[in-house]
């Protein structure tokens, strides 16, 4: 079992930046990869960021490649999606989610969510 916190969402403009947090624990979390996804009002979860633990190895969605970055500290079991040049668009609940798989990654999972809105 995989337990999963998120923290970090919150208002801003557009333009700006947020980072969110995501605490991992549990028995065997080691063993699954990390990623964030986000659902908008009216609109089907979607993919953002997914990293490796060991590795350190990560791939984007396209619609926010160059502008969120996701990292991992190993050491505090803690993962991060920094997100720059934040739009309307990127206003959604934001997920954290664990999954063994690495491509693709759908979760097996997941944390409770945390609201990000995006004012232009």
């Known amino acids: 079992q995989v337990q999963l916190v998120e923290s970090g969402g919150g208002s801003v403009q557009a333009g700006g930046s947020l980072r969110l947090s995501c605490a991992a624990s549990g028995r065997t979390f080691s063993n699954y990869n990390m990623g964030w996804f986000r659902q908008a009002p009216g609109k089907e979860r979607e993919f953002v960021a997914a990293?490796?633990?060991?590795?350190?190895?990560?791939y984007y969605a396209d619609s926010v490649k160059g502008r969120f970055t996701i990292s991992a500290d190993n050491a505090k079991n803690m993962v991060y999606l920094q997100m720059n040049s934040l739009s309307p668009e990127d206003t959604a609940v934001y997920y954290c989610?664990?999954?063994?798989?690495?491509?693709?990654?759908?979760?097996?999972?997941w944390g409770q969510g945390t609201q990000v809105t995006v004012s232009s």
């Open positions: 989610a664990a999954d063994r798989n690495w491509s693709p990654f759908y979760g097996d999972y």
């Open positions: 990293i490796r633990w060991l590795t350190g190895r990560t």
